[in-house]
T-cell receptor
Framework: DAMVIQNPRYQVTQFGKPVTLSCSQT?????MYWYQQKSSQAPKLLFH???????NEADTPDNFQSRRPNTSFCFLDIRSPGLGDAAMYLC????????????FGPGTRLLVL | EDKVVQSPLSLVVHEGDTVTLNCSYE??????LLWYKQEKKAPTFLFML????IEKKSGRLSSILDKKELFSILNITATQTGDSAVYLC??????????FGKGTRLSVIA
């Protein structure tokens, strides 16, 4: 089945230790998104790629970076995780910028010790 | 600044009740409104609404949009415990991919 896959599902890291979360999709969608969702809050968009064009939200900290080496894969790098970065990280895709419906992966729950 | 407001923030009902969840929005260049259901994992897509007055229906769930009054409602009839979740409303304005509301947490008790 076509889907959005995120690995790992749970990630534990230490304060300040870089971590990379991955997302892959078999939907062949042009747009990929990374959201951060903290407990009882709405998902907060960090950035998105329209094909290879990177779009950063204005309030996304520099600590968060992203890479999209090809259509299928997108990575979220957190260079120096702080305790406040513990959250669920959601990857989503949409067919193109005019196709608003986003399909979400299962998420990666990040714990920072 | 684009804004999406959902109400109530939480709701507890008994099985079999009908519930109505509200979503109002203020966005420039409105394109569409989406409803998602989020249980313990990632949001799952329910509906996308672009036109006023046209009801979308899926089983016991239905939704309608009013572009003049800038709101949408999500109805769930004959609620079941499996309907317990956070229901997220999001609006696409063309300026930013999606603006989410804070969600309504629905708890259905037997």
């Amino acid at each position: 089945d076509a889907m959005v896959i995120q690995n790992p599902r749970y990630q534990v890291t230490q304060f300040g230790k870089p971590v990379t979360l991955s997302c892959s999709q078999t939907l062949n969608h042009n747009v990929m998104y990374w959201y951060q969702q903290k407990s009882s809050q709405a998902p907060k968009l960090l950035f998105h790629y329209y094909d290879k064009d990177f779009n950063n939200e204005a309030d996304t900290p520099d600590n968060f970076q992203s890479r999209r080496p090809n259509t299928s894969f997108c990575f979220l790098d957190i260079r120096s995780p702080g305790l406040g970065d513990a959250a669920m990280y959601l990857c989503a895709t949409s067919r193109d910028g005019a196709q608003e419906t986003q399909y979400f992966g299962p998420g990666t729950r990040l714990l920072v010790l | 600044e684009d804004k999406v407001v959902q109400s109530p923030l939480s709701l507890v009902v008994h099985e079999g009740d009908t519930v109505t969840l509200n979503c109002s929005y203020e966005v420039t260049n409105f394109r569409s409104l989406l409803w998602y259901k989020q249980e313990k994992k990632a949001p799952t897509f329910l509906f996308m609404l672009t036109s006023s007055g046209i009801e979308k229906k899926s089983g016991r769930l239905s939704s309608i949009l009013d572009k003049k009054e800038l709101f949408s409602i999500l109805n769930i009839t004959a609620t079941q415990t499996g309907d317990s979740a956070v229901y997220l409303c999001a609006v696409y304005s063309g300026n930013t991919p999606l603006v989410f509301g804070k969600g309504t947490r629905l708890s259905v008790i037997a």
